[in-house]
């Protein structure tokens, strides 16, 4: 007899993995947006983009932009709300908030988030 059991390893919705391996200057001219606290880049990368957020100085969050709701709806892409309060997908109308986390749903889960090093002004952004 053959069992086969459920793991209680799943993270979330099927994202596509894509190689992410991006590093930007965070002085730089093209992004001044982090040269303060709650700023935010957006970066062709990842499976539908990678928006940036800086948390501080020194402390910098890479999310995938895919919503984790339906990830391959054409329009399921997150974005900084007008108010710059949350971040949004207006395809299904889920809100999260700055570190990822859901705050309306439908979506259940968080955004995909992609590791993120800085040393001294580089910030490494992959997976």
């Known amino acids: ?12 919705p099927a994202i596509p993995e894509v190689p992410v391996n991006e590093q930007i200057n965070v002085n730089s001219l093209q992004y001044p947006e982090l040269r303060r606290d709650g700023g935010y880049v957006y970066l062709n990368a990842g499976y539908k983009g990678i928006l940036i957020v800086r948390q501080n100085a020194n402390l910098y969050a890479a999310f995938e932009r895919a919503c984790p709701y339906d990830p391959t709806a054409p329009c399921a892409i997150v974005e900084v709300d007008q108010s710059n309060l949350f971040i949004v997908d207006k395809c299904c109308g889920s809100q999260f908030n700055f570190q990822g986390n859901v705050t309306s749903g439908p979506a259940v889960y968080g955004l995909k988030q992609y590791r993120t090093s800085l040393s001294g002004s580089l910030l490494y952004i992959s997976n």
């Open 1 to 12: 007899m053959l069992l086969i059991g459920c793991k209680d390893t799943y993270q979330g």
